[in-house]
């Protein structure tokens, strides 16, 4: 099955900050999910974007499908930004498999 | 506020207790997903419903019972479960046709076995 790696697995920043995480996968997908989970276990989706790009406030994506990677960028980070930010791909099986998430925490 | 309702949001129960989690969308979705998620881990798919009929089942054990009675109502049947089993269960939905199009997630519901 496809492979989906994160990176950087933990990531400490100060409030205001600028950061990017990334997502790679093994093989080609027709679906990418960004989601953040926060302290209390729910799981926000904050982009659908199997290719291209998008924004939204603070928060944009970009999936390059043909290298098989996606980016989420983060910029003026704030503190209710910590928590885990999960990719998941689905591709030709249909099954959607979650990366093993980036643990954010942003200090005051 | 979260448009997918999980219930309840705390469960303790016993090995040999019979419990349900009951999990509600009204966005007209028709896909609708169980999974399980360990501390510290990935979410894993269980179960997914697609117009109200089971389409997939992960292996999952016998002891974890699906139901989807109507399109916007999804159950979770436990019984005789281990302290293994003890985990964030969390019901997701897609929009109609869309197995595993856009998912939304609800909060969780977080069970404890003794």
């Known amino acids: 099955g496809i492979q989906v790696e994160q990176s950087p697995p933990d990531l400490i920043l100060q409030e205001g900050a600028n950061s990017t995480l990334r997502c790679n996968f093994s093989?080609?997908?027709?679906?990418l999910q960004w989601f953040h989970q926060n302290p209390w276990g729910q799981l926000i989706n904050l982009f659908y974007i199997p290719s291209g790009t998008k924004q939204n406030g603070r928060l944009s994506a970009t999936t390059v499908a043909t290298e098989r990677y996606s980016l989420l960028y983060i910029s003026s980070s704030q503190t209710t930004d910590s928590g885990v930010y999960f990719c998941a791909v689905a591709g030709a099986t249909n099954k959607l498999i979650f990366g093993t998430g980036t643990l954010l925490a942003v200090q005051p | 506020d979260t448009e997918v309702t999980q219930t309840p949001k705390h469960l303790v129960m016993g090995m040999t207790n019979k419990k349900s989690l009951k999990c509600e969308q009204h966005?007209?979705?028709?896909?609708m997903y169980w999974y399980k998620q360990k501390a510290k881990k990935p979410p894993e798919l269980m179960f997914v419903y697609s117009y109200e009929k089971l389409s997939i089942n992960e292996s999952v054990p016998s002891r974890f019972s699906p139901e989807c009675p109507n399109s916007s109502l999804l159950n979770l049947h436990l019984h005789a479960l281990q302290p293994e089993d003890s985990a964030l269960y969390l019901c997701a939905s897609s929009r109609l046709g869309q197995v595993y199009g856009e998912l939304f997630f609800g909060e969780g519901s977080r069970l404890t076995v003794l």
């Open positions: 966005m007209g979705h028709r896909a």
């Open positions: 093989d080609s997908v027709n679906n």
